[in-house]
Structure formats: C-alpha cells, structure tokens
C-alpha cells in the first residue's frame, strides 16, 4: 500500500471538511442537482470517449496509486546476480527450475533457460514492456480527461443556475437554491480534478515509470547472463539503474577511507 497517497488523501479531507465545519454546516454544501450535474455528466463523457474494454481497465490501473508493491531496484540487482551465479555455476538451463515470484523475470529467465537468441528475448521482453505502458498510458488519458471534464461540468451547472436564477429574480426564494447549483457545480467540478483525477494520473505515471525502469534492468540482466558474462560484471553493469549514492562501492573505495586514517 502506498502510504504517501492515503496521506494526501486525509490531507485533502482535512483541508476541504476543516474548512467548511469550521464556517458553516456540512449541508450547506450538499447540493443534490449539482452532484448530479457534475457526478453523471463526467461520467457520460467518460463513456462517450473511450470504449467499455478500456473502462474496464481504469480501476485495475487507478488502484495501482494505493495497492503497490515497491519496485526495490536493489533486491532486483540482487537476486539477477544470484541467478547469474547459478547459471554460471550449473547453467543457463538451471534457471528454469529455479523458483522466482516476479512473474516478467520468471518470463526473462524461461526464455533464457530454452536458449533462445538474445534478439529474440530482447524482442519479446520488450514488447510485454510496451504492452505494460501503453494500458498505464490509457489508464492515464483517462483520468486526463476525467480531469478536464469535472470543471467543464462545473461550468456548465453554473452556467444553469445563473439562468435558473435570471429567470427568477422576481421571486426571491429561488434565487437561494439557484446560486447554490452555480456556485457548488464548480466546487464539484474542481475537486475532481484537483483532488482525484489529476493527482491520480501523476502518480500513475510514476509508478509506470518504476516499473518500467524494474523491467529493463531485468532485460539487461538477462542478456548478460545469456552472453555467459561473470555475476559481479553483470552486477556492475546493473548498478548504473541506481543513483550514485544508491551503487555498491567498490573495494577500492571501501578501503579508501582506512588507507587515509
């Protein structure tokens, strides 16, 4: 679970409900025709612009801003350059039984286990990682235009309580209920996208972003174990996915700081 996003999202509630108990009853910004307003006509949109497969979709990806699992690039390294080891010291074909729970480095280590050509599991790595991004990318677009479309709606609702109440002015009793839906449509309207769709999509997209970044070095991994390189080389090489103060120290600068005492 990703901590950082159920702290914004009580930050949020805090923010908004503080805000309002502490001017004025919770009710008076409870507006049935606006929610309607806003709720179901960003929806309508929704499903205007994208297709029922891809809906589907969306709350598969959305969930993945709270439901994740942390790509620990170092554990990763790790366990290539053990499977780097266990090829080199039995061989390639061993790491077909060799018990892995990410299922895409399980993927990598079966077709480097059936001796296929590095082309060909570059190709075929690579194109479940396009796959990967191309659904993230929806699942983005989606919550995009989710974004966009709240305020517009909100717009829009006050847009129909200005008239309501244009055409009222005569009648002071109306005028109360039809500023409510011009003004509460665009607090709707903009607490879905500043509050909910767009935090959602950058978030998305930077779980994608690790994720992705997971998946290429279980790619480089896999080629050098298949070109038959040593484990502490292909160790080496993976460390360069990692920010200079994350990568091992070598032996020389481990030892550096006693050489100078």
Known sequence: MDLATIIGVVLIALALLGSILLSAPLTTFYDLPSILCV??????????????????????????????????????????????????????????????????????????ADNRPPEVIQSILQLEIDNMVERHKTGGDMLDGIAADGPSFGLLGTIIGLVIMLKNMSDPSAIGPAMAVALLTTFYGSIIANCIAGPLKQKIGLRSGEEVNKMNIIVAGTLGIVAGENPRLIREKLAAFLAPNDRPKSDEEQASPAAKA
């Open 39 to 112: 709720g179901i006509g960003t929806m309508g949109t929704t499903f205007i612009k994208w297709p029922l497969d891809s809906l589907k979709s969306l709350g598969t990806v959305t969930l993945k801003a709270v439901f994740f699992k942390n790509c620990d690039v170092k554990a990763t390294i790790e366990e290539i350059g053990t499977l780097a080891e266990t090829a080199r010291r039995e061989s390639v074909f061993a790491l077909e039984k060799v018990p892995i729970e990410d299922a895409f480095m399980k993927k990598a280590m079966t077709l480097a």
